[in-house]
């Protein structure tokens, strides 16, 4: 046998370096190793992908109910979906605070018969969440029937574990 040969079989490079032959048990450590760190990352995404389908569906159903609050003039529901810090400008631009737009929720002089939303979308931002949306109410004013279109653009956080509204912005369009 060569003298190349000889130290090949021995472990032994011609730079001096040294290799172990019984690294078939250490390879397949190393690959079940990453095997498993590969299902654990992939379990993980779709265990967050699990997650956020279901922030949306959660965000969607509170958009829902919040619009069931208005129909109903039911100030303790809003007060329940809102931040204490909540502010909201209307389609008219004018800012408000939580109070008052409970406030205006409570006057019934407006009064909606159908709000709808569509073409909603829910964007998740870790513990935000922003909601754009078409909507059209349906109802009367001080007697007067009133169809209205516009687009919106909620912001909800989860504050002490639940998801609060914290900001919400209203555009008329003409349909």
């Known amino acids: 046998m060569t003298e190349a040969r000889l130290r090949l079989k021995e472990g032994v490079t011609q730079s001096g370096c040294t290799w172990h032959t019984d690294g078939g048990a250490d390879m397949l450590r190393k690959l079940l190793f990453f095997m498993l760190l590969a299902l654990a990352v992939t379990g993980a995404a779709q265990t967050k992908a699990g997650d956020q389908t279901a922030d949306k569906s959660m965000i969607l159903a509170l958009e829902n109910a919040w619009n069931q609050a208005e129909l109903h003039h039911d100030a ?46 829910v964007y998740l931002y ?8 078409a909507y059209r109410t349906k109802g009367t004013d001080h007697g007067k029937p009133f169809v209205h279109h516009g687009r919106f653009t909620d912001t909800w956080v989860i504050l002490n574990g639940k998801w609060k509204c914290v900001a919400n912005q209203e555009t008329w369009t003409s349909e």
């Open 76 to 121: 303790g529901a809003v007060d329940a979906l809102v931040a204490e810090t909540f502010i909201s400008i209307d389609h008219h631009g004018r800012l408000q605070t939580k109070a008052q737009y409970i406030a205006d929720l409570k006057d019934t002089s407006f009064n909606p018969e159908q709000i709808s939303n569509t073409d909603a979308t």
């Open 126 to 133: 870790g513990n935000t969440a922003i909601v754009t949306s």
